[in-house]
């Protein structure tokens, strides 16, 4: 058993021990979680660097990672399901994707995995997770060469959205890889204005590694790059040096399987006794007694986890058992990610690199440019197929604007659809954005610090996932198979290239598009000859791209293709899942990752600025308010018919455009 410690640090009443309908109170049981794994196992072979690992006195490679579990206080209320929440850059997200759990609000939010009986258990897997604010990490043992630290080479990003001097030498805020020294006249600090543009290297007299400090001086520093005319904001800087120190990334990989197949049963680990159990402290069983069902749910980063460790075989645990019955990957697109190489970043997922890798469907597709043929699921499939999980892929529009989403299921070549495999299904949500939409709309900075031009998509997918969660389970238990996918197709004209979409999407006013030139791709990459090994060689080569198509648009203005809520189908107002950078965040003309924008009917900006709109007013399109409702029901009534949302939330999405209607139709 590869969990040979779980240290109960803290258990508490869950949300002040509220009671959720027949199952009651819910209890919040945080750990520290020790894996010890053998670095000699077959299923183990495909983590980057475990070789290299010390290993403790059983020859096994340890690691530790932070554990957050929810689950009925008393264990026999409980529906026997687990839902394993691979949290984003250390934050859990299954109760704001699933309780509709806003922030800062209740923690608990509607309680609808609660009300049902789920267990959820927030899993610390990111090596480079800062320490502290309630993020859950992983501390991952570092490669070793003859007891030294390995020295390599490694590419950061830096994306400013405000003028500055220094930046971390790490993705966003995460833990910075540090320059083996300070002079590396090697080094280079390259820029380009756009995402695919070419870039230039800037001298490499203009910056080094350095901070600036209090009192407005310089001083060297292995974790910061310093540029002296500044880093321009709107500007896309790469920079490629020599690194020292290698954890073991893939540790987190390992930890996501294992936690799993330790959760589902309720073996004892290595070193606890009966006196143990449940002490704060010391080793403990089990504190749940196990799980009929275990679920993988990941968004974003984490949904591009789920897809590598299919594409690694990992759901096969190191007892030979199945780690998952079925995961949902959400908002993943056609990628994985830097989840499994040496000096790899978890949370990068733009630069081009390993993540941006063919293959990009489940079965075999020809990669028109390497003419290799291969599919996610390809090894899994061969080697364990018993252990082969039901699978559910949801994905907004931001993945396929972003050049990725297609390729899960249109050929490298964008010739023709790719039939999915029997064990998947997936949906497109139409007019969606990265993340789910909320009310009113506004223009908060996404994740990376950009700031949208126009108000944020206001499409709340939330009761989609529901659905999608609960058809999983209904599928993996009861072989009650899932509603068939939705997504963009050739085959039936819904699936057409970004510059045919924008070319179509003429009646918004005050709406200035992007360069379709100027938009990101996924390109082939040649990351040096140890690629396989796992080392790459940077700045990566890139060469063709791949194609990006999307969904076409309607006369509203909103997608055509997949599921379509009654934000699309009943619209108030055209959503799109893209959004231009506001000026002040720099390059006014690119997109802004994964945030949309909702452009309501005689409104475009926040202002409500009067301005000529050629789009059917509200008074044209509906008598008044309640029949604007009715037809809102009579749509979410269809898609439960259907089963693409929970009978329950029929109401839940009526209540919504309530809410929409009475912003868009306010006076004041």
Known sequence: MPVVDFEITSRRPFA????????????????????????????????????????????????????????????????????????????????????????????????????????VASIGWQWDVPAGGGLLGLQAPHAMIDGREIRGQIAVEIRPHVEERTRLLAN???????AADLEQPDAALLVRDWEDG???????????????????????????????????????????FETEGAPVVGCGLLALREIASFLRGSSTPSGAGPEDVGSPGGASLNPTGGFERVYGYGISQTGRMLRHLLYLALN?????????????????????????????????????????????????????????????????RSESPE?????????????????????????????EDIELPEEVRSYSFAGAQHVPGTMPPDSAAGGDGARPRYARNTVDYRPLLRAALINLDAWVSQRIEPPPSRYPRIADGTAVTRAEALASLWAVPGLERPDPERLWVIRTTDLGSDAAEGIGR???????????LVSALDANGNERAGVRLPDVTVPLATHLPWNLRDPDSGAPEQIVPM??????????????????????????????????????????????????????????????????????????
């Open 316 to 380: 096969v645990a190191e007892d030979g058992s199945a780690a998952y019955d079925g995961l949902l990957p959400h908002v993943a697109g056609g990628r994985r990610g830097e989840f499994n190489h040496r000096f790899a970043q978890p949370s990068q997922q733009s630069l081009p690199g390993f993540g941006h890798q063919f293959p990009f469907s489940d079965d075999p597709t020809v990669d028109p440019y390497s003419e290799r043929t291969e599919g996610l699921l390809d090894r899994l």
């Open 16 to 119: 002040e021990g509220v009671s959720f309908g027949e199952v009651g109170a819910y209890e919040q049981i945080d750990a520290r979680v020790t894996f010890a794994v053998d670095p000699t196992a077959e299923v183990n072979a495909a983590i980057v660097d475990l070789a290299l690992a010390p290993r403790d006195a059983e020859g096994c490679v340890r690691f530790t990672s932070d554990l957050s579990l929810l689950a009925p206080a008393n264990g026999g209320a409980g529906n026997g399901r687990l839902l394993v929440d691979v949290v984003n850059r250390g934050n859990p997200r299954a109760l704001g994707a699933f309780n509709r759990a806003d922030a800062g609000g209740d923690p608990a939010g509607d309680g609808f995995l609660m009300r049902r009986g789920w267990s």
């Open 538 to 548: 940077y700045p990566v080569v890139e060469g063709d791209a791949y194609p990006a």
């Open 172 to 178: 966003r805020i995460h833990i910075p890889y540090l």
């Open 198 to 240: 070419p870039a230039s290297e800037l001298p490499r007299s203009s910056w080094r590694f350095a901070r600036e400090v209090d009192g407005g001086g310089v001083e060297p520093s292995r974790e910061h790059v310093y540029l002296e005319s500044g880093f321009v904001p709107g500007k896309i800087y790469e920079l490629v």
């Open 595 to 668: 945030i949309g924008s909702s452009h309501y009917f005689g409104t475009t900006r926040l202002t409500r600025e009067a301005v000529s709109d050629p789009r059917r007013s509200l008074g044209e399109r509906y008598a008044d308010r309640a029949d604007y409702l009715a037809q809102v029901e009579a749509a979410a009534r269809a898609l439960a018919s259907d089963r693409y949302v929970l009978e329950s939330d029929v109401a839940t999405l009526v209540a919504d455009a309530a809410v929409r209607w009475d912003w868009a139709t306010r006076t004041t």
């Open 387 to 415: 252990a082969l999980p039901k699978v559910i892929y949801t994905n907004s529009g931001a993945e396929y604007w972003r050049g990725d989403g297609s390729l899960a299921h249109i050929d490298p070549a964008g010739d």
